[in-house]
């Protein structure tokens, strides 16, 4: 059988995306490299105002608002997408919060917001696009976006968000071997520290010196740019990984090695 040729192979062509958190940073990145190889991405976000912003600038992209943590919200995106453009081929749970907040300090409502959007929210999307793509037959592709910290915890401050991100990895690796058999791939993008409006933002309240020791500590010497999750991102969504199910591609300059 002949080979497809590599430029058919990283084209979206006729395809249908949805990005949640797709208004800024990581997921606006990804949003755009989606775009530019051919799918229609649908920018789902609470911020309504950058996310009609992005879906104007991207131009083969619209807009829906979604809190992920309500299942309305996400039963409604996964269906006003599916009745619009008739069909979803690819899922990239982006969306995702990190209070920092030390354990004995966290207040409990801090604590369930973050698990009802980084891990249930992304539980739901997950199975309502699955339900779609199944009922469609059409197999599909799920691309969750979850953190060096689902492997290691990178710092004091972050325990519901590390409880959160680890739940995504489990879930990526259980949920991947359950839908394969429906021709659905299911893999997880771990990104190590990437400069971003919501880091930045996050930033104040993280100690500098934590900042600062983190930085030293990946060998290449720099943080990470939307674009080099978005570009996995895109090699995840594509033939490109045709065989690739209940992966985890980590990205982040080298941390985990130190």
């Not at 040729?5 to 606006?28: C, F, H, N, W, Y």
């Not at 807009?63 to 309500?70: G, I, K, P, Y």
């Not at 920092?100 to 997950?126: K, Q, Y």
Request: a negative charge; glycine letters at 12%; hydrophobic letters at 45%.
């Amino acid at each position: 059988m002949p080979e497809t040729p590599l430029s058919e192979m990283i084209r979206l062509d006729g395809q249908a995306a949805i990005v949640t958190g797709g208004a800024k940073g990581i997921g606006r990145g990804i949003a755009a490299r989606l775009v530019e190889a051919g799918a229609h991405v649908v920018i789902a976000d609470v911020d309504e105002q950058a996310g009609t912003a992005t879906a104007c600038e991207l131009g083969a992209a619209s807009f829906q608002r979604a809190d992920l943590a309500s299942a309305r919200d996400i039963e409604a995106l996964i269906e006003d997408t599916v009745g619009r453009l008739g069909r979803v081929d690819i899922l990239v749970n982006n969306a995702g919060i990190y209070p920092f907040s030390p354990a004995l300090e966290m207040a409990i409502d801090d604590w369930d917001r973050v698990h009802a959007i980084n891990l249930r929210g992304l539980f739901l999307a997950s199975r309502a696009f699955a339900r779609a793509a199944i009922a469609r037959g059409s197999g599909g592709v799920i691309v969750n976006i979850g953190s060096i910290d689902s492997l290691h915890p990178s710092g004091v401050g972050l325990v519901a968000y590390d409880a959160s991100k680890g739940g995504v990895l489990m879930f990526t690796r259980s949920f991947a071997l359950e839908m394969a058999p429906h021709g659905i791939r299911v893999n997880m993008i771990a990104p190590g520290g990437i400069t971003t409006e919501g880091v930045t933002t996050a930033q104040g309240g993280v100690p500098t010196d934590l900042i600062t020791q983190f930085l030293a500590r990946v060998p290449m010497g720099r943080w990470g740019e939307p674009d080099d999750i978005a570009t996995m991102a895109l090699v995840l969504s594509t033939p490109l990984s045709g065989y690739v199910t209940g992966a985890v591609v980590v990205v982040d300059g080298g941390r985990l090695l130190t």
